[in-house]
């Protein structure tokens, strides 16, 4: 076995490689850019050296950077987790090199299933079920419109080199084939340097399963069952969960033969996925992920054993741990990915400084896996993902009502969550139900990607009330500093002499004023909002949570403030109001048609305009990336350039302004 492993991944993965190596008794080496000097990641690791500057490109996907600190530190193996360089062949056979074992499959087995089109048309040559598409090399538009026809409307484009949705178009109509192709060509040479597609029947309502597959050097393959992970948003996974609902012991077996037929079909060594796409009518293979997974957790979860452990084994050289008559299924597990983005905004990233970050503490049946703590920043150079919440029972009821309470118990602030649109989906009778498909979340966008119309009464009581908290305790330190803590001028109680002291808190939701007025009453306040009335008052936790009490009854929440924002977290959703100053002075909102603003943080990749050109409402005119997901801003009227204010390249801060037009 390894003495000491370098680690070159960043965030949760790579705390969680780390936990199993410490346990193993070997020795790991994080890496890590400018920006994570201080992450969690690099206190995890027993050594840890820097790699470069932020940006992924300058550091971890440097190669040679990588494989230089692994010489220094002495590793004799790479983990690379997963993203990044995991499925790169050129960084595996670097290693090769460099007398460093990849722990990963080797770099023909990479390249093999790297290109999805190469990939099917091995699986087919091994009898493993496709969809009926074309993969090969022809790339001429007229040719791949006639392959359309042939397959049968609606079909899917998508760029070979593809992945989480990117260089992908779902196309219905005909007519709107050549429009769709271009589009994903130009998005997957901008995404992967490779503008070639393939084309596939669209299955309308497709569940997505996957399987777990291991293979050793001895030529043992196995399968350790299948994750179901349907619950997506635009192509990318948010819930996981193993096993799949509703899939018959000979369903299960047939698509475990046919992962592992996949895997000996490439000569393939250590962790892989296999995924399907599946309907009444059968499953068909989709693709194969060369790495581990995000979701292996759950996989671990209904197994028993450590999938990371076997990856390092397999790398050393030793068999599999366990033959597939030695693998058994016992219980339900879910996966929750809690991502720093906004599902109300079209799942925008979200970058700050975590003010708070709350998760439920590791428990029978709980497991968090994350990178992130109370403090640490959210950058826009890399995933979204803050952690992992996991949760297994005995069966699928007891598991996903565990998953519920968990997801009531995290808390997040400085940055907007998921965790919000993580409750509904619980919650959500289909989902409850099993058997959900990929559109889910799609479809049932209006119930779970908004909350509620407006905050309840309880809900304005209960953030007025923690404020109210916050100026006696702000008021408290500021005396106790004072010359004169017992001055009455340094009082936040509302009392006045021979009067009722009465004062109105503004809230806003957008642009829904919310007005709750407060006076004192005795040792409480009471509370005015529209027909409602309360008396009560608010107290700290030892936990840093509010105990609030109401008419009488009280309830412990966790509320939070970020600068005019203030948040609150009651029975699984949150709710984010702005406290007015009511001597600030606001500027009243233009209507944009004279600017483009970028409506995220990012990095610009491209700008496709110069001043003095002629553009039409709709035309995309700069694009974005943050955190791995593109972003096209387009004009917001007809017009001309009159000055553009950003380069590819520049980091630009939400808000800010990017293009101004004149009159066209």
């Known amino acids: 076995m390894f003495r000491t492993i370098l680690i070159a991944n960043r965030g949760e993965i790579a705390c969680r490689i780390a936990r199993t190596a410490r346990r193993m008794g070997i020795e790991t080496v994080a890496v890590f850019s400018d920006a994570d000097a201080n992450a969690l990641h690099v206190k995890a690791a027993d050594k840890a050296l820097p790699i470069g500057a932020a940006p992924p490109r300058d550091s971890y996907l440097n190669i040679a950077r990588i494989i230089e600190a692994a010489r220094q530190s002495g590793a004799e193996a790479i983990h690379p987790g997963y993203g990044f360089l995991s499925e790169n062949p050129a960084f595996a056979d670097a290693c090769a090199e460099a007398g460093i074992v990849f722990i990963g499959p080797p770099a023909s087995a990479m390249r093999a299933m790297g290109s999805k089109a190469a990939a099917k048309t091995l699986m087919e040559a091994s009898g493993v079920p496709l969809l009926p598409g074309y993969h090969g090399g022809n790339q001429d538009p007229e040719f791949l419109a006639d392959q359309a026809v042939r397959i ?33 060509k130009q998005e997957g040479a901008s995404s992967f340097g490779d503008d070639r597609v393939l084309i596939e029947r669209y299955l309308q309502r497709p569940r997505h399963i996957e399987v777990q597959i291991f293979a050793d050097t001895q030529g043992n393959a196995v399968h350790l ?11 990318q996974k948010v819930i996981e969960e193993a096993p799949a609902p509703g899939l018959s012991s000979l369903q ?29 009518h059968g499953f068909f293979f989709l693709e194969m992920n060369t790495r581990l997974q995000v979701e292996h957790p759950v996989t671990e979860m209904i197994t028993g054993f450590d999938l990371v452990e076997w990856q390092l084994r397999v790398a050393a050289g030793e068999p599999l741990p366990a033959m597939q008559q030695q693998i058994d299924l016992n219980g339900h597990a879910f996966e929750a990915r809690i991502y720093a983005e906004d599902p109300a905004r079209d799942f925008a990233p979200s970058i700050g400084r975590l003010g708070l970050f709350r998760m439920p503490e590791a428990a029978d049946g709980v497991r968090i896996d994350t990178g992130f703590a109370t403090g640490d920043a959210v950058s826009i150079h890399y995933d979204a993902m803050l952690a992992k919440l996991i949760c297994y029972g005995p069966d699928r009821a007891a598991a996903l009502q565990l998953l519920r309470r968990a997801l009531a118990a995290c808390d997040v602030s400085g940055v907007v969550t998921n965790l919000d649109l993580l409750g509904r989906i619980a919650a959500h009778p289909d989902f409850e139900a099993g058997g959900i498909d990929t559109g889910f979340i799609a479809r049932e966008g209006a119930t779970l990607l908004c909350g509620q119309s407006a905050p309840p009464a309880e809900v304005l009581a209960a953030l007025a ?4 908290l916050t100026e006696a305790e702000q008021a408290a330190v500021t005396a106790a500093a004072s010359g004169d803590p017992s001055s009455p001028w340094h009082a936040s109680d509302g009392w006045w002499v021979n009067s009722v002291h009465r004062r109105t808190l503004d809230f806003k939701d957008g642009d829904d004023a919310h007005p709750v007025h407060v006076s004192r009453a005795g040792a409480n306040w009471r509370l005015g909002i529209g027909e409602h009335l309360f008396t009560g008052f608010a107290a700290r936790a030892a936990n840093g949570e509010t105990d609030i009490v109401l008419n009488g009854a009280r309830q412990r929440l966790s509320v939070t403030r970020d600068g005019e924002i203030r948040a609150v977290r009651q029975d699984g959703e949150t709710w984010r109001l702005r406290l007015l100053d009511p001597v600030a002075v606001s500027d009243d909102d233009e209507d944009g048609a004279d600017r483009l603003i970028a409506a995220i943080p990012g990095q610009v990749t491209q700008v496709n305009v110069a001043v003095g050109d002629t553009v039409a409402k709709g035309q995309v005119l700069v694009v974005l990336e943050a955190m ?12 001309v350039v009159a000055s553009v204010t950003c380069a590819a390249g520049e980091t630009v801060q939400e808000g800010q302004v990017l293009v101004t037009f004149g009159e066209a």
Not at 465 to 468: F, G, H, I, R, V
Request: hydrophobic letters at 50%; glycine letters at 12%; proline letters at 4%.
């Open 465 to 468: 009330l923690a404020e109210l």
């Open 225 to 235: 069952f299948e994750r179901d992970c349907s619950a997506q948003r635009r192509h």
């Open 628 to 639: 791995k997901t593109v972003f096209r801003l387009a004009a917001p009227a007809d017009g």
């Open 252 to 280: 299960r077996e047939a698509m475990g033969a046919a992962a592992v037929a996949a895997a000996q079909a490439v000569g393939y060594t250590g962790a892989g996925t296999v995924e399907f796409v599946a309907d009444e």
């Open 152 to 184: 049968g409307f609606p079909v899917v484009i998508k760029a070979v080199a593809g992945g989480g949705g990117r260089g992908m178009r779902v196309v219905t109509d005909p007519a709107d084939f050549a429009p769709a192709l271009e589009s994903a």
